[in-house]
């Protein structure tokens, strides 16, 4: 148990790490942000910027970060139906991440812990109807994703059907973000 207290430690020391270390980044060299100097380097370094930005979709649902701002970096980033491919991509491997490990970092304990009467109501909303619940609560914005997944993986539901949901309801609307934003880039 201690052990795991120190991987929790080490890792929300390194996600603050990086945080701050991007955001002086950024006070000091803006331009290095700058949407031409971005796509010009993607395109320079079109593998390591894709496997880079797939690795931050894949694990960015266990920080509860919205995903919406980088879908919509992807826009700026890649061309609509790469951001899109790569945007659902990351989407099935957070899915992944935040079903098995909830539990390993203890996740699930502290959700209960915090949330417990909210968690009893997705619960028992699930146990009725798994796969529209799961796709609707993708769907709308203003709640995580992560949430629903987790609770998915502490009700056993089968990984594919949590997975396809979640690709119903952030896939439409992901399609929608990159698509209309590239349409007015």
């Known amino acids: 148990m201690g052990n ?37 380097n993607v395109s320079n370094h079109k593998v390591p910027v894709l496997l880079l930005y797939l690795t931050i979709l894949t694990f ?4 509860v970060i919205p995903s919406t701002p980088f879908a919509v970096a992807g826009v700026l980033l890649f061309p609509p139906l790469t951001a899109y491919i790569i945007n659902l991509i990351g989407i099935i491997t957070s899915s992944l991440v935040v079903y098995y490990f909830t539990k390993y970092l203890r996740l699930d304990v502290w959700l209960d812990s915090k949330y417990p009467v909210q968690i009893e109501k997705i619960k028992k909303a699930l146990r009725k109807k798994e796969l529209p619940i799961i796709a609707g609560w993708s769907f709308f914005p203003l709640v995580p994703t992560d949430l629903i997944i987790y609770v998915s993986s502490t009700l056993q539901i089968p990984f594919w059907k949590c997975a396809l949901g ?8 992901n399609a929608f973000y990159i698509f209309s934003i590239d349409f007015f880039i």
């Not at 929790?8 to 060299?29: C, D, E, G, M, S």
């Not at 960015?60 to 920080?63: A, E, S």
């Open 166 to 173: 979640v690709i119903i309801g952030e896939g439409t609307l």
């Open 4 to 40: 795991r207290i120190k991987v929790r430690r080490k890792t929300l020391f390194i996600w603050i790490a990086v945080l701050v270390a991007t955001l002086i980044l950024y006070a000091v060299k803006p331009d290095l942000f700058d949407t031409s100097f971005l796509r010009e």
């Open 60 to 63: 960015i649902g266990l920080t």
